[in-house]
């Protein structure tokens, strides 16, 4: 599968650098993190965003704050990693994969170790691991949803679960890389995906980069290209997976399944198992984020897109019902209803 551009990395100098991913696609800039504090503005800013590629920022982060330090003792150390942690986990509360590489490390941290070197060298590789796993999965993730797309199918995606939201190749988007790899001609339609826009200034532009066949089109206007005969296929990638299988997303997904649902074309989530959290039974469960009003109002134009002081509301996820889902395609095969115990399944044998 053809690499796509690597959005997380750790340098020599323990210092993290990141493609700076609100400037897309018109600066292709880098920026450097050296502390926790950094990482956690990165996060919240967006810089660094895309479930599995924020659990790498946070896992790398934690280890770039912990080399800053030298310790009188392994606990110590331990005490350091865990103010850390909880600091990197309030940046963003929807992904999972954000908690849960940062779950990975504290195991590692709580180990024997023999010294504090010992045990931070430990989080390096387990950070390390984290990213090159990720690699892996979205490549799993492209080999078995490009079985369910027809050469020449017209498909719909929102927001970006492109290369740049992962380690490489993306979620939603990597049986598109792989497909065209192989020949296949896809048409592809991208949601700008509101409020800060990242179909337009991402998926449009990874995929542009990539020579698929890629229309943007306004968030509105799903339906109709659906009504018009031009999707056969929705994909998206996810935030969150509930144990029942509902499963949150960007903003406007939910909808997307709804409206896919009344014209019968099949809806299907993408979905590193790192990114199903079965401590949350139903949708219900998942904290969705709530960000400032002001992307609605003033984001991306040099004027107020809006009467000043209205009032706003913006949930930046929602949560896709799973009786609209019709697959969910994870590194080790697709998930069919009934998704409880096809979950509880996939988890256990993966
Ligand atoms: O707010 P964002 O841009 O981080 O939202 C990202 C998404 O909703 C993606 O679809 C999801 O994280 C999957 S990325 C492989």
Known sequence: MPATIESVKLTEENTLVILDQTLLPNELVYRTLRTKEDVWQAIVALQVRGAP????????????ELARYSYDSISDFRQTFATIKDYLASSRPTAVNLAWALERLEKVVSQPWNGAEAALQAVRGEA??????????????????????????????HCNAGGIATAKYGTALAPLFLGKEQGYDFH??????????????????????????????????????MQ??????????????????DTANKIGTSGLAILANYYGIPFYVCAPTSTIDVTCQTGADIEIEERAGSEITEAWYEKPMAPAG????????????????????????IIRPAYKEAIAAHVHVG
């Not at 018009?228 to 299988?245: H, L, M, P, S, W």
Request: aromatic share 4%; net charge negative; proline share 2%.
């Open 188 to 225: 592809v339609y991208a949601d700008e995906t509101r409020p800060l826009l990242q179909g337009a200034r991402l998926t449009a532009w990874e995929l542009q980069q990539a020579q698929i066949d890629v229309t943007l089109i306004c968030d509105n206007m799903a339906s109709i290209v």
């Open 310 to 333: 209205v009032k706003t509301y913006n949930p930046a996820f929602d949560v896709t019902d799973h009786t609209l889902i019709s697959a969910i395609i994870t590194e080790h095969g």
């Open 53 to 64: 590629a924020i659990g790498i920022a946070a896992a790398y982060g934690a280890y770039v």
């Open 128 to 157: 390390e691991a984290i990213r090159t796993e990720d690699a892996c999965v979205c490549e799993a993730i492209g080999r078995h949803a490009l079985t369910l797309l027809n050469n020449q199918a017209g498909i719909l995606t």
């Open 228 to 245: 018009q005969g031009k999707v056969d296929a929705v994909i998206v990638g996810c935030d969150r997976v509930a144990a029942n299988g």
